[in-house]
């Protein structure tokens, strides 16, 4: 296909705001091989400036629209071989707008095995069961009595049997059976109970342990929470309905009642058999059929929350502040197997590594500083990234108390970074490629140096569910997360822009139009005849051809080449139009970019030809205004307490620092240096109404928090944000026997107050003086 049908370019042009033809030219670029990000930066004209956000929810509406309609031919066509299509099904089966919707039409169609009612029917008991849906004056008894035969050997068992056939009628009724299902959806009610004799195993999910609320309104994180409860076996969870009515009828058995006007009140004598019919149908039929499908819905929609919330954090991650390109001590912490260490220079490139052993068993803390002190003394480090995993706040402080004892000079700045994944890229393919002689141990130090100087160019080496932003991503499906992550990913490299000639064979693979077979093919061509030029040099890598360059090019810079555009995001195809800017302004190109008074006195339609229009003029001016300009934020961190170590050391009231880790539906985490995140509940987040918690922070912020309540025994911690609550004038010091650490974060840990261990981790002098005298 090239286009979308009429009637999809309707149905997703209203779900994105957007008109049927925006939807049609996006559709056709889709199917001609463009990428999203392709499409949002570089064909705002086909699209009417179609952003990446609406362009990934219509590229999977319209991969579900399509099946839809692929399925809507199939059911069509099984039901006109039978010879049982009339125009009034045709029609129902047309307006049908869900897959759900589609098959409940379909269900009395659908070819399945020898059912009970088959066999009643094939006995000849349809004309009774006709009969007493008919005449309800019949007495039943009565009735069947009439058609006793070899096969139906009571009165009974002719009852039995149109009882079946209208059960079957009644369950395949499609208009009940989505009143049905719509009714449940507005009153059922999700029941956790806890499995007998499971309380201790599953401790963590005491809060499900009788827990019921309205189906409608069960959030994300809990109905995951209570599918893996089940899962594990600790819980049951049910869907019920109408629990608590009393009535002789119970509301949902009323509605099936209503359809076949049944009233088991009345005097008819079918009637009351046919109510009992109806609870019968209710109890053994609709009532697993439907609870099933509003589990499955439940899930489905919490895992579409839950993807939706990790795709938004890890975009975040992926666009954190990237410290930059300084040569940066990477500390993978560790305690009986030490702390591994890597040094790396701007490039990212291992000048260095090492393992100190500060801690038990060996305790050897001077040894270990003299070595970190010089390698940051002879490499010229200006950060330290130390992971935020074991033993990282002892490593905080070792590096936070070698750092005050070094000249002023001479200190770097010191980081505590997530290193979430570090330990799955070291044992993977690519590290073992990259780093054939390193020890795995080492690659992790590696890592997590590299991911403070550009977060985004060492995360793609990840795989991103591996990043550990998300809610239960290990409970939802995991196709769909991938596929949602992936595109993060793809959005996030292409926003940025890479690098031609310093960019992994991993970061190019996720630029627009290149894979990973054609990312390895660049590398190779970069590593055998040296730095790419220009773009077009790009047209010699093999099997780089035209649509591929036309995808990738703009997102690829090359910021020291004779041609001053290869460093923009300005895509080649519109190198003609920047020159006329250039030209319409007198002045050489290099003068010209960044004078952002002369570029925002022209007027865009000047320069609109046949085949670029408004945006994409307004794209290069915005682009030579601020040329390689990042999205990404300055780069800052967090300061944490000194003396708040461990989640035993918080006590209600304080006032800490720390960065937001994760965001969801119900809150942010927030990590304070205690090895186990705080939650900032969404009630919260701030002084006023937040809806959403991602309209307040995001993943990577640094923001100031209060401790509000501290489980040790659960290991939870509770945090707010808000500024209208008093504070304790003594919230926030450390224990006075841990004296509070001043230090600006940007510029490194200012000098430390001795405490009582200053025999062991006291001056550094002698240790740091070794080490200069050594480099």
């Known amino acids: 296909m090239t286009a979308a049908s009429p009637r999809i370019a309707r149905l997703i042009a209203a779900e994105i705001q957007a008109k049927p033809e925006q939807v049609n030219a996006a559709v056709e670029l889709l199917d001609g091989g463009a990428t999203v990000p392709f499409i949002a930066r570089y064909r705002k004209e086909a699209t009417g400036g179609l952003?990446?956000?609406?362009?990934?929810?219509?590229?999977?509406?319209?991969?579900?629209?399509?099946?839809?309609?692929?399925?809507?031919?199939?059911?069509?066509?099984?039901?006109?071989?039978?010879?049982?299509?009339?125009?009034?099904?045709?029609?129902?089966?047309?307006?049908?707008?869900?897959?759900?919707?589609?098959?409940?039409?379909?269900?009395?169609?659908?070819?399945?095995?020898?059912?009970?009612?088959?066999?009643?029917?094939?006995?000849?008991?349809g004309p009774l069961a006709e009969a007493l849906l008919a005449n309800r004056r019949l007495v039943p008894q009565e009735a069947a009595a009439a058609y006793l035969t070899e096969d139906v050997a009571d009165v009974k068992a002719a009852l039995d049997g149109a009882r079946d056939i209208i059960v079957e009628q009644m369950a395949e009724n499609a208009d009940l059976v989505g009143s049905l299902r719509n009714y449940m959806k507005e009153n059922a009610q999700v029941h956790a109970r806890l499995v007998e004799?499971?309380?201790?195993?599953?401790?963590?999910?005491?809060?499900?342990?009788?827990?019921?609320?309205?189906?409608?309104?069960?959030?994300?994180?809990?109905?995951?929470?209570?599918?893996?409860?089940?899962?594990?076996?600790?819980?049951?969870?049910?869907?019920?309905?109408?629990?608590?009515?009393?009535?002789?009828?119970?509301?949902?058995?009323?509605?099936?009642?209503?359809?076949?006007?049944?009233?088991?009140?009345?005097?008819?004598?079918?009637?009351?058999?046919?109510?009992e019919v109806a609870r019968w149908c209710w109890r053994v039929k609709l009532s697993l059929h439907l609870s099933i499908d509003l589990m499955n819905e439940m899930r489905e929609r919490a895992e579409e929350e839950a993807i939706h919330v990790f795709a938004r954090n890890l975009k975040d991650i992926l666009l954190a502040a990237p410290a930059g390109s300084r040569a940066t001590l990477g500390l993978d912490p560790g305690i009986r197997t030490g702390v591994k260490v890597a040094v790396v220079d701007g490039t990212g490139k291992v000048l260095d590594t090492a393992t100190v052993y500060p801690f038990q068993p060996r305790n050897d803390l001077r040894g270990a500083q003299a070595a970190l002190g010089h390698l940051i003394l002879k490499h010229g480090v200006e950060l330290v990234a130390i992971g935020n995993g074991t033993a990282s706040r002892e490593t905080d402080k070792l590096a936070a108390d070698l750092?005050?004892?070094?000249?002023?000079?001479?200190?770097?700045?010191?980081?505590?970074?997530?290193?979430?994944?570090?330990?799955?890229?070291?044992?993977?393919?690519?590290?073992?490629?990259?780093?054939?002689?390193?020890?795995?141990?080492?690659?992790?130090?590696?890592?997590?140096?590299?991911?403070?100087?550009?977060?985004?160019?060492?995360l793609v080496k990840i795989e991103p569910k591996s990043i550990g932003?998300?809610?239960?991503?290990?409970?939802?499906?995991?196709?769909?997360?991938?596929?949602?992550?992936?595109?993060?990913?793809?959005?996030?490299?292409?926003?940025?822009?890479?690098?031609?000639?310093?960019?992994?064979?991993?970061?190019?693979?996720?630029?627009?139009?290149?894979?990973?077979?054609?990312?390895?093919?660049?590398?190779?061509?970069?590593?055998?005849?040296?730095?790419?030029?220009?773009?077009?040099?790009?047209?010699?890598?093999?099997?780089?051809?035209?649509?591929?360059?036309?995808?990738?090019?703009?997102?690829l810079r090359i910021p020291s080449g004779a041609e001053p555009l290869d460093a923009?995001?300005?895509?080649?195809?519109?190198?003609?139009?920047?020159?006329?800017?250039?030209?319409?302004?007198?002045?050489?190109?290099?003068?010209?970019?960044?004078?952002?008074?002369?570029?925002?006195?022209?007027?865009?339609?000047?320069?609109?030809?046949?085949?670029?229009?408004?945006?994409?003029?307004?794209?290069?001016?915005?682009?030579?205004?601020?040329?390689?300009?990042?999205?990404?934020?300055?780069?800052?961190?967090?300061?944490?307490?000194?003396?708040?170590?461990?989640?035993?050391?918080?006590?209600?009231?304080?006032?800490?620092?720390?960065?937001?880790?994760?965001?969801?539906?119900?809150?942010?985490?927030?990590?304070?240096?205690?090895?186990?995140?705080?939650?900032?509940?969404?009630?919260?987040?701030?002084?006023?109404?937040?809806?959403?918690?991602?309209?307040?922070?995001?993943?990577?912020?640094?923001?100031?928090?209060?401790?509000?309540?501290?489980?040790?025994?659960?290991?939870?911690?509770?945090?707010?944000?808000?500024?209208?609550e008093p504070v304790p004038r003594d919230a926030g010091r450390p224990p006075q026997n841990q004296p509070a650490r001043p230090q600006d974060a940007r510029r490194g840990a200012a000098p430390q107050k001795r405490d009582e261990r200053g025999s062991q981790q006291g001056s550094l002098g002698a240790a740091l003086l070794d080490a200069m005298r050594r480099k």
């Open 403 to 458: 750092i005050a004892d070094l000249p002023a000079e001479r200190r770097p700045i010191k980081v505590v970074v997530s290193e979430a994944g570090a330990s799955v890229y070291s044992a993977s393919a690519l590290a073992a490629a990259e780093f054939p002689d390193l020890d795995v141990s080492l690659r992790g130090a590696v890592s997590i140096a590299r991911r403070l100087q550009d977060p985004l160019a060492e």
């Open 568 to 724: 923009s995001s300005v895509h080649p195809e519109a190198y003609g139009v920047a020159k006329k800017i250039v030209a319409a302004c007198g002045r050489d190109l290099r003068s010209l970019m960044g004078d952002a008074k002369r570029l925002k006195s022209l007027d865009p339609a000047d320069f609109v030809d046949g085949k670029f229009g408004v945006p994409t003029v307004r794209d290069i001016l915005a682009e030579l205004e601020k040329p390689g300009r990042d999205p990404r934020p300055e780069f800052k961190t967090a300061s944490f307490a000194d003396g708040i170590e461990a989640i035993t050391d918080l006590k209600p009231g304080m006032i800490l620092e720390g960065t937001v880790t994760n965001v969801a539906a119900f809150g942010a985490f927030v990590d304070i240096g205690v090895h186990q995140d705080g939650l900032v509940h969404i009630s919260q987040i701030a002084d006023r109404f937040v809806k959403d918690p991602s309209e307040v922070v995001k993943a990577g912020d640094v923001v100031k928090v209060k401790v509000l309540e501290v489980d040790v025994k659960r290991k939870r911690i509770s945090l707010t944000m808000r500024k209208g």
């Open 197 to 275: 004799g499971k309380a201790e195993a599953g401790a963590k999910f005491s809060d499900y342990f009788d827990h019921a609320e309205r189906w409608a309104a069960v959030p994300s994180h809990r109905a995951l929470a209570m599918l893996r409860g089940r899962n594990e076996e600790i819980l049951t969870v049910d869907i019920e309905i109408d629990a608590d009515s009393d009535a002789p009828v119970k509301p949902v058995e009323a509605r099936i009642m209503g359809a076949y006007q049944i009233d088991p009140k009345a005097a008819a004598p079918a009637d009351k058999w046919l109510g």
């Open 51 to 125: 952003d990446d956000t609406q362009l990934r929810t219509l590229e999977e509406r319209l991969t579900y629209l399509r099946d839809l309609a692929a399925r809507r031919e199939t059911v069509l066509e099984s039901i006109r071989s039978q010879g049982k299509l009339t125009d009034e099904l045709a029609a129902k089966i047309d307006a049908a707008a869900t897959k759900a919707e589609l098959e409940d039409i379909y269900l009395p169609y659908k070819p399945k095995r020898r059912t009970k009612a088959e066999i009643a029917r094939e006995k000849g008991l």
């Open 469 to 555: 932003v998300g809610q239960y991503q290990h409970d939802v499906d995991q196709h769909r997360l991938a596929r949602a992550l992936d595109a993060v990913v793809e959005d996030a490299v292409n926003a940025v822009g890479v690098d031609l000639n310093t960019a992994s064979a991993s970061l190019l693979a996720r630029v627009s139009g290149l894979g990973a077979s054609l990312a390895e093919a660049i590398v190779a061509h970069r590593n055998a005849n040296g730095p790419f030029g220009s773009r077009k040099d790009l047209l010699a890598v093999s099997r780089l051809g035209p649509k591929t360059f036309e995808q990738c090019a703009g997102f």
